[in-house]
């Protein structure tokens, strides 16, 4: 993946070794979720290279793609040392199969049409930086790559949600979209608070935040622009859940494919 000075900065964290066994795996499941959410989402995003609307866009998506990506070698290098089994952000990017990632089901998803990739990334973001915020501000393995991702959430939020507002105000074809990517996305969007199994052990040793607390903060950030878009929120009866613990849907395996065919067609290659 991605290397440059912030991940050679990470890899060079040394994990408290005063943690619990206990705690130290469930915070290595979690760290693995985060950069698995961000590193499906980098990719989602990177297939609008060279293809986005406008040339501002095409390269803003870029950008965003490679946070995201950069992102998820910090957190992906931490879990590495959190299981202390030897294996790198690599390891964990390139060689598990799609029952074994954690991310959401919500970034897994084909990218659609912008409508549909602008929307998801708002929902998403809006979800990354509260909870990225409460990271940072509690000391633990993972608030070094928690603080960098703050910092790059708040133009990530600004710039998806400006996004919304001018699709769903927008002509009738772009509120049309708008309102389809939120109709179709919404059912996903509850799995973005499902912290795992672990998530009560996390929560308890101060290393992950109650998920309800994120929640609250999610719901005014998007209801606050969706409604100055105009778009409504739906009714869903079912909300996907499963993802989290390796319940995926067809997508992700079409993407791992793709993705890993490199470092799985030359085990051990550098590059």
Known sequence: MMQDEATSEQQSVQVAPELPDDVRGALAGFAIGLGDDALVL???LSEWCGVGPTLEEDIALSNIALDLIGRADGFLTIAGQLEGDGRSADDLAFLRDATHYRN?????LPKGDFAFTMVRQFLFDAFVLPLSEWIAANPGPLAGVAAKAVKESRYHVRHSSEWVRRLGGGTDASHMRAQAAVDELWMYTEELFDFGPEAV???EARHAPPPDSIRTQWNATIEGVLGEAGLVIPEVKYHFSGA??????????H???EMQILPRSHPGAEW
């Open 201 to 203: 052990l996390l929560v």
């Open 42 to 44: 980098g990719h989602r």
């Open 244 to 253: 989290r613990i390796g319940r995926h849907t067809e997508y992700l395996g």
């Open 255 to 257: 993407m791992l494919s």
């Open 104 to 108: 959401a089901a919500l970034v897994e």
